[in-house]
């Protein structure tokens, strides 16, 4: 089954404690982002990256990092969260003729 | 800056009638154009691309306006199943931007 996997999908944290949020992708898709999701914001793209060791800033990335050394892959890391990183976050992967992109089922971080 | 306007909702409608949403972009340079649906707490999902000359797939409608800069989409006969939050996307080369969404509730 194509999909777009993430964990964990629920975490609980304190301020300054490194943490990352794995995503995996078995549709073999070049493209990947990270978002959040915030009430009244909207989904904000916080990464995205394009292949292998490829990554690029979306809209949000301060306070986050990435990495792309495997395809299917993309982790997103947060070496010191604060409070206003707590958020829903989703992974997903984009790819095909008309470039959809296909979701990961979200990460909910609360970060104390 | 790109920046995307949705109609805010919420839509109240009944089973059966027809709505419409609309959502405007100031950067034209977006490649591509999707509406995504997002049921609560849950992950968007692709409900149809937007092409050009429009597109229709069931009861789903939509529509692009390049000189305008807005896309849209109609739904007609609308079932309680549609309730969800709807999302129009803009591709600006992998940089994808999202609309904050519109709130869809069909009523029994």
């Known amino acids: 089954e194509a999909q777009v996997t993430q964990n964990p999908r629920y975490l609980i944290t304190v301020t300054g404690k490194k943490l990352t949020v794995t995503c995996s992708q078995n549709?073999?898709?070049?493209?990947m982002s990270w978002y959040r999701q915030d009430p009244g914001l909207g989904l904000r793209q916080i990464y995205y990256?394009?292949?292998?060791?490829?990554?690029d800033k979306g809209d949000v990335p301060e306070g986050y990092k990435v990495s792309r050394k495997e395809k299917r892959n993309f982790p997103l890391i947060l070496e010191s969260p604060s409070p206003n990183q707590t958020s829903l976050y989703f992974c997903?992967?984009?790819?095909?003729?008309?470039?959809?992109?296909?979701f990961g089922p979200g990460t909910r971080l609360t970060v104390l | 800056r790109k920046e995307v306007e949705q109609d805010p909702g919420p839509f109240n409608v009944p089973e059966g009638a027809t709505v419409a949403f609309n959502c405007t972009y100031s950067?034209?340079?977006?490649?591509?154009f999707f509406w995504y649906r997002q049921d609560c707490r849950k992950e968007p999902k692709l409900l149809m691309s937007?092409?050009?000359s429009g597109n229709e797939d069931g009861r789903f409608t939509a529509q692009l306006n390049r000189a305008s800069q807005y896309i849209s989409l109609l739904i007609r006969d609308s079932k309680l199943s549609d309730s969800a939050t709807y999302l129009c996307?803009?591709?600006?080369?992998?940089?994808?931007?999202f609309g904050p969404g519109t709130r869809l509730s069909v009523l029994p």
């Open positions: 990256s394009m292949n292998v060791e490829v990554t």
């Open positions: 997903a992967s984009s790819g095909g003729l008309y470039n959809e992109q296909f």
């Open positions: 996307v803009f591709d600006y080369g992998q940089n994808f931007v």
């Open positions: 950067n034209s340079a977006s490649q591509s």
């Open positions: 549709m073999n898709h070049e493209y």
């Open positions: 937007v092409y050009s």
